[in-house]
């Protein structure tokens, strides 16, 4: 069985943002086929694209999976339901946010999944909770490293480390 190097983004920005946070790290920690390997510090960060909301809770996450990208997504999007979000506007308010940013390096385009995560390298709250814990990972597409993106990122925003920590 093969295992893939994944990269996930997690934030939260409604009610217990840290307890949505903490719930999505142990739910990702039970999938199957599936170990963490590190969880960044925990960043508050202002909203992206939809400002008039409160400021977000942000990490990042480095698993090994045997998951194809379909089946790690549907899964993904069901930790999230089971959070509590459900549908609602573009870059608007949620409880739990998880992303796939970089699958092993794959390059994927199909229904609502493209790997790696669009716009990623121009959204310093991925970037930032990123190069913590893979500062040298290279971009599939643009060829750069995380440290590379996250140098050149113009569109930032408050990006502020928290004393939150998640454990796994």
């Known amino acids: 069985m093969s295992r893939y190097e994944v990269y996930l983004g997690l934030g939260s920005n409604v009610g217990p943002r840290e307890k949505f946070l903490a719930s999505g790290v142990a739910a990702i920690k039970n999938l199957p ?3 963490i390997v590190w969880v960044s510090p925990v960043y508050e960060t202002e909203p992206y694209g939809k400002k008039d909301q409160p400021s977000f809770l942000n990490a990042a996450m480095q698993l090994e999976t045997s998951l194809s990208p379909d ?3 549907v899964r993904l999007k ?48 991925v970037l930032i909770p990123l190069r ?36 796994y």
């Open 33 to 35: 086929d599936s170990r």
């Open 132 to 167: 913590d814990i893979a500062p040298d990972l290279v971009h599939p597409v643009t060829g750069l490293t995380v440290t590379e993106m996250a140098q050149q990122c113009k569109t930032g925003g408050r990006v502020v480390r928290s004393i939150q920590t998640l454990r």
């Open 78 to 125: 069901d930790i999230e339901r089971k959070a509590g979000r459900v549908g609602g506007e573009r870059w608007g308010p949620r409880e739990l946010d998880l992303d796939i940013l970089i699958y092993d390096g794959l390059v994927f385009d199909k229904d609502n999944l493209r790997v790696p995560h669009p716009d990623m390298e121009h959204r310093t709250f």
């Open 71 to 73: 089946d790690l997504f």
